[in-house]
C-alpha cells in the first residue's frame, strides 16, 4: 500500500528565503503522480503542484518547485523567495491504487515565515 | 469555472445529536466526491467517496455515513454525535479516473461535540 512520510513537524524560513520541505513515499505502483496541497489557517486545502512518475522534469509552478527524485523516492517541494502569506501547513499526498482517485496524505509539515 | 460549497461553516453539537453536512459541487458534471476528517494538528484521513448517485465506499468504521441523493450534492450525516467525531470535516470533488488534476477542496466544516 501507499505511504507518504513527512518527517518535518515544523519549519521555519525568514521572509525572501527559499525552503524545503520533505517527502518520501512508498509504492510498488510503476506509475503514480504526488501531490502537494497549502492549508493555511483558514482549513481550506489549495493544491500548489503535481509530479507525475513518468514526468522527465521536475514540475513548478511559479515560486513552487518540485525536487523530485524517483530513485530514492522522495518529492520535495521547493517554495521560492518565500513570504508571509505561505506560512501555512503544507501536505504531500499520493493517489491510491485503483479508481476515484483517493489520494492519501502525508501527516504535514507547519512553515512559519518570518520577518 | 468549478466551485464547492460546504455548509454550515462551524457547527456545535452535543453528545448524541444527530448530524448532517452538506457539500455541493458547481461547474462540472459526474464528479467524484469525498469525505475527509481532520484532526487537530492532523492529516487528513479519507471517510468516504462516491463515484455517482447513490454510490457510497466507506474507507473507514464509524458511526457516520454518507449519501450522494443528486450528482453534485454529498452529504455526511450521523444518528448520534460522539466526541470523538470532532474536527475538521472538508468535502473534495476530482474529475472521474483521477490524474494530475488531484482533487479540490471546499472551505470545510469545523465541528465540536461536547
Known amino acids: 500500500a501507499q505511504k507518504i512520510t513527512q518527517t518535518q513537524p515544523g519549519m521555519f524560513v525568514q521572509e525572501k528565503e527559499a525552503v524545503t520541505l520533505d517527502c518520501t513515499y512508498d509504492t510498488s505502483d510503476p506509475s503514480y503522480g504526488l501531490f502537494w496541497y497549502k492549508q493555511p489557517s483558514s482549513g481550506e486545502m489549495i493544491f500548489l503542484i503535481y509530479?507525475?512518475?513518468?514526468?522527465?522534469q521536475n514540475a513548478t509552478e511559479g515560486r513552487y518547485s518540485l525536487n523530485f527524485q524517483k530513485a530514492r523516492k522522495s518529492a520535495n517541494l521547493v517554495i521560492s523567495a518565500s513570504q508571509l502569506g505561505d506560512s501555512a501547513m503544507y501536505f504531500c499526498a499520493m493517489p491510491l491504487t485503483g479508481t476515484a482517485s483517493k489520494l492519501t496524505f502525508g501527516t504535514g509539515t507547519r512553515l512559519q515565515v518570518t520577518l | 469555472s468549478q466551485t464547492i460549497h460546504q455548509w454550515p461553516a462551524t457547527l456545535v453539537q452535543p453528545v448524541g445529536s444527530p448530524l448532517s453536512l452538506e457539500c455541493t459541487v458547481e461547474?462540472?458534471?459526474?464528479?467524484?466526491l469525498y469525505w475527509y476528517r481532520q484532526a487537530a494538528g492532523r492529516g487528513l484521513q479519507l471517510l468516504f467517496y462516491?463515484?455517482?448517485?447513490?454510490?457510497i465506499s466507506s474507507e473507514v468504521p464509524q458511526n457516520l455515513s454518507a449519501s450522494r441523493p443528486q450528482d453534485r450534492q454529498f452529504i455526511l450525516s450521523s444518528k448520534k454525535l460522539l466526541l470523538s467525531d470532532s474536527g475538521f470535516y472538508l468535502c473534495?470533488?476530482?474529475?472521474?479516473?483521477?490524474?494530475?488534476?488531484?482533487?479540490?477542496f471546499g472551505p470545510g466544516t469545523r465541528l465540536t461535540v461536547l
Open positions: 461547474g462540472t458534471s459526474n464528479p467524484n
Open positions: 462516491s463515484v455517482g448517485i447513490g454510490q
Open positions: 473534495a470533488w476530482s474529475v472521474g479516473g483521477g490524474g494530475e488534476e488531484g482533487q479540490f
Open positions: 509530479q507525475g512518475s513518468y514526468d522527465q
